[in-house]
C-alpha cells in the first residue's frame, strides 16, 4: 500500500505541466462540439488545434488555457476572431478584429514580419502581460514562428482595443479600420477579452499563404 501511494506521488510530481488541471496536451476538433465553433471555418479550426498541440509538445508554451484564431481570409467587415477554452472546450468570443494598414483596405493580402511595415503577421503567438499605453489598455504578444512572427514584441504589435472596430464604423466607410499591425478589437469588448486570454494563452493568425503555410514549423506536423 505504501508503494502504490509513492508512486502516485512521484507521478503527480513529475507528471508533465501541460495535462495538470485538464488541460491536454494535444487538442483535437473532435473533442469541441461543431456547433460551438460559431462561424468559424472548421479547415482553419483543425490547423489551429494542430498548431496550439505542437506548441506545446514541442514546450514552447505550457497549459494554454485559450486559443485566439484569426481567420485574415475573410473581410474586415465580418466577425473573424475566436476565442476558445482549451479547458471547458467552448466558444467565449466571436469578434471583429483589425489588420495593419500595410496589409489590405477591407480585405487582407499581405502580411509581414519587418518593422515598419505596418502588416499584421500571421502565424502562432503566445500572450503575454498587459499595459496601458497610447491605445489603452493592450496585452503584449510574442511572436513563436521564426522568420515569420517573431519580431512581433520589438514591432509592438499587441492586442488592443480601437473605436474603428466597430459595426457603426463599418456602415459608414464599408470596412473596419486599421492598424499598425495590430490585432485591434472593438473598445466594447477589448478589456474583457484581454484578461481572459492574457498570460501564457495562443494566438493563431491564419490566411492561406504558401509560404506560411510551407515555414511555419507549427504547421509541418511538429517536426
Given at each position: 500500500?505504501?508503494?502504490?501511494?509513492?508512486?502516485?506521488?512521484?507521478?503527480?510530481?513529475?507528471?508533465?505541466?501541460?495535462?495538470?488541471?485538464?488541460?491536454?496536451?494535444?487538442?483535437?476538433?473532435?473533442?469541441?462540439?461543431?456547433?460551438?465553433?460559431?462561424?468559424?471555418?472548421?479547415?482553419?479550426?483543425?490547423?489551429?488545434?494542430?498548431?496550439?498541440?505542437?506548441?506545446?509538445?514541442?514546450?514552447?508554451?505550457?497549459?494554454?488555457?485559450?486559443?485566439?484564431?484569426?481567420?485574415?481570409?475573410?473581410?474586415?467587415?465580418?466577425?473573424?476572431?475566436?476565442?476558445?477554452?482549451?479547458?471547458?472546450?467552448?466558444?467565449?468570443?466571436?469578434?471583429?478584429?483589425?489588420?495593419?494598414?500595410?496589409?489590405?483596405?477591407?480585405?487582407?493580402?499581405?502580411?509581414?514580419?519587418?518593422?515598419?511595415?505596418?502588416?499584421?503577421?500571421?502565424?502562432?503567438?503566445?500572450?503575454?502581460?498587459?499595459?496601458?499605453g497610447k491605445n489603452g489598455y493592450s496585452l503584449r504578444l510574442d511572436g513563436l514562428d521564426k522568420g515569420i512572427n517573431d519580431r512581433a514584441r520589438d514591432r509592438a504589435?499587441?492586442?488592443?482595443?480601437?473605436?474603428?472596430?466597430?459595426?457603426?464604423?463599418?456602415?459608414?466607410?464599408?470596412?473596419?479600420?486599421?492598424?499598425?499591425?495590430?490585432?485591434?478589437?472593438?473598445?466594447?469588448?477589448?478589456?474583457?477579452?484581454?484578461?481572459?486570454?492574457?498570460?501564457?494563452?495562443?494566438?493563431?493568425?491564419?490566411?492561406?499563404?504558401?509560404?506560411?503555410?510551407?515555414?511555419?514549423?507549427?504547421?509541418?506536423?511538429?517536426?
Amino acid at each position: 500500500m505504501r508503494l502504490i501511494i509513492a508512486l502516485a506521488l512521484a507521478i503527480s510530481v513529475f507528471a508533465p505541466k501541460n495535462i495538470e488541471a485538464g488541460v491536454a496536451a494535444s487538442f483535437a476538433k473532435a473533442d469541441f462540439a461543431s456547433a460551438s465553433l460559431g462561424s468559424m471555418d472548421e479547415d482553419v479550426f483543425d490547423l489551429a488545434l494542430g498548431a496550439a498541440s505542437c506548441a506545446v509538445k514541442s514546450g514552447a508554451v505550457e497549459r494554454p488555457r485559450t486559443l485566439t484564431i484569426i481567420d485574415y481570409s475573410r473581410p474586415s467587415t465580418e466577425k473573424r476572431m475566436w476565442v476558445v477554452d482549451l479547458t471547458t472546450r467552448e466558444l467565449l468570443y466571436e469578434e471583429l478584429v483589425a489588420h495593419g494598414q500595410g496589409t489590405g483596405a477591407n480585405i487582407a493580402s499581405k502580411f509581414s514580419n519587418a518593422a515598419d511595415s505596418h502588416q499584421t503577421s500571421l502565424g502562432l503567438f503566445v500572450t503575454d502581460t498587459t499595459y496601458v499605453g497610447k491605445n489603452g489598455y493592450s496585452l503584449r504578444l510574442d511572436g513563436l514562428d521564426k522568420g515569420i512572427n517573431d519580431r512581433a514584441r520589438d514591432r509592438a504589435i499587441v492586442m488592443h482595443g480601437a473605436p474603428y472596430v466597430s459595426d457603426t464604423f463599418v456602415r459608414a466607410n464599408g470596412r473596419l479600420g486599421r492598424s499598425w499591425g495590430c490585432p485591434a478589437v472593438s473598445d466594447a469588448v477589448a478589456r474583457q477579452l484581454i484578461d481572459r486570454v492574457k498570460g501564457g494563452s495562443l494566438v493563431f493568425a491564419y490566411y492561406p499563404d504558401a509560404d506560411f503555410l510551407k515555414t511555419s514549423k507549427y504547421l509541418r506536423g511538429c517536426a
